[in-house]
């Protein structure tokens, strides 16, 4: 399979790693079959507090041709910041390419002058739904959920980019009088992802895993109920649970013996309050833990 990979043209990206809206890290997958959910999770550190502007959170997301987003949250570490949804960006990144002056006479240049991208990739732009100010230091959790059912097939290099809603933010990464103004964007190319095709499968054929894997269920977030996907390599004792914040058992989902292969599991909040939740499946080879957010 080819790699689609592609060139930053950003001259001034990797002098500004210690300013701006950072990454501290990005969790994805790195194979996925085309059609399963893809999620990621985007670890972002404010740098500098916000005192201006309420602002909204911007994020550009580079992947194959063919992905819809579904669905996201972002957590914030600041207690006085509101957690909430991410939504598509009604004006596509518009004030990370712009400036206001090119935005209002309708005179904005292409992203695509700025970083090169495949002809087999695009742009999804999110942002969060609450607006606020932040102290420094402020740790952001971003997760983002896509369709992938009509993705291509290949090797694909994601890219990502976060920014305060503010305008002419690449611009901005481009001029050096602005490297020691601590509170604007970053970037994180060459995100490797495989898309491979599903797995062939008949009634008479049981497509076994290699090793036991637990997704991210899905919807996330839910309301009332969402549905886990689990995988185990063997036969086998399976329990999985749902625990608080606190890291309190508050429901046990299953425990029981399990044939080797897939299973899907539907858990239902209906008698829980709105919050974050985290699921726990054990089996005789170890424990996988992941994260999901009910909103009522």
Same mark, same amino acid.
């Given at each position: 399979?080819?790699?689609?990979?592609?060139?930053?043209? *950003?001259?001034?990206?990797?002098?500004?790693?210690?300013?701006?809206?950072?990454?501290?890290?990005?969790?994805?997958?790195? &194979?996925?079959?085309?059609? =399963?959910?893809?999620?990621?999770? *985007?670890?972002?550190? &404010?740098?500098?507090?916000?005192?201006? $502007?309420?602002?909204?959170?911007?994020?550009?997301?580079?992947?194959?041709?063919?992905?819809?987003?579904?669905? !996201?949250?972002?957590?914030?570490?600041? %207690? =006085?910041?509101?957690?909430?949804?991410?939504?598509?960006?009604?004006?596509? @990144?518009m004030k990370i390419i712009c400036s206001e002056e090119q935005y209002n006479n309708n005179d904005c240049p292409s992203l695509d002058d700025k970083i090169s /991208?495949?002809?087999?990739?695009?742009?999804?732009?999110?942002?969060?739904?609450?607006?606020?100010?932040? *102290?420094?230091?402020?740790?952001?959790?971003?997760?983002?959920?896509? $369709?992938?059912?009509?993705?291509?097939?290949?090797?694909?290099?994601? !890219?990502?980019?976060?920014?305060?809603?503010?305008?002419?933010?690449?611009?901005?990464?481009?001029?050096?009088? $602005?490297?020691?103004?601590?509170?604007?964007?970053?970037?994180?190319?060459?995100?490797?992802?495989s898309v491979i095709s599903p797995t062939a499968s008949s009634d008479n054929v049981k497509t076994i895993p290699e090793s036991f894997y637990l997704s991210q269920?899905?919807? $996330?977030?839910?309301?009332?109920?969402?549905?886990?996907?689990?995988?185990?390599? &063997?036969?086998?004792?399976?329990?999985?649970?749902?625990?608080?914040?606190? @890291?309190?058992?508050?429901?046990? *989902?299953?425990?029981?013996?399990?044939?080797?292969?897939?299973?899907?599991?539907?858990?239902? !909040?209906?008698?829980?309050?709105? @919050?974050?939740?985290?699921?726990?499946?054990?089996?005789? %080879?170890?424990?996988?833990? /992941?994260?999901?957010?009910?909103?009522?």
């Open positions: 399979m080819k790699i689609k990979s592609f060139n930053i043209i *950003l001259v001034m990206t990797f002098l500004i790693t210690l300013n701006g809206c950072l990454f501290d890290s990005i969790e994805q997958p790195s &194979s996925i079959e085309a059609g =399963e959910q893809f999620t990621t999770v *985007l670890n972002i550190n &404010s740098i500098a507090q916000e005192i201006n $502007n309420a602002h909204h959170g911007i994020v550009g997301v580079l992947h194959p041709i063919g992905w819809v987003f579904e669905s !996201g949250t972002f957590e914030s570490s600041d %207690a =006085e910041t509101p957690s909430g949804n991410m939504v598509l960006d009604p004006d596509e @990144g /991208r495949p002809d087999d990739m695009e742009w999804t732009f999110v942002l969060s739904d609450v607006g606020d100010y932040y *102290l420094e230091q402020t740790l952001f959790e971003v997760t983002l959920n896509f $369709n992938t059912d009509n993705s291509s097939i290949g090797d694909f290099s994601m !890219g990502y980019i976060t920014t305060v809603n503010t305008w002419g933010m690449m611009d901005w990464l481009n001029t050096e009088d $602005n490297v020691d103004n601590p509170n604007m964007t970053d970037t994180s190319m060459q995100n490797m992802v269920n899905f919807p $996330n977030p839910f309301n009332p109920s969402t549905n886990i996907d689990f995988f185990i390599p &063997s036969d086998g004792e399976v329990s999985l649970s749902i625990y608080d914040i606190n @890291g309190k058992v508050i429901h046990s *989902l299953v425990k029981d013996n399990f044939p080797a292969g897939s299973h899907s599991l539907t858990f239902n !909040g209906n008698k829980y309050s709105s @919050g974050v939740y985290y699921y726990v499946l054990k089996t005789k %080879a170890g424990a996988i833990s /992941r994260k999901m957010t009910l909103i009522k």
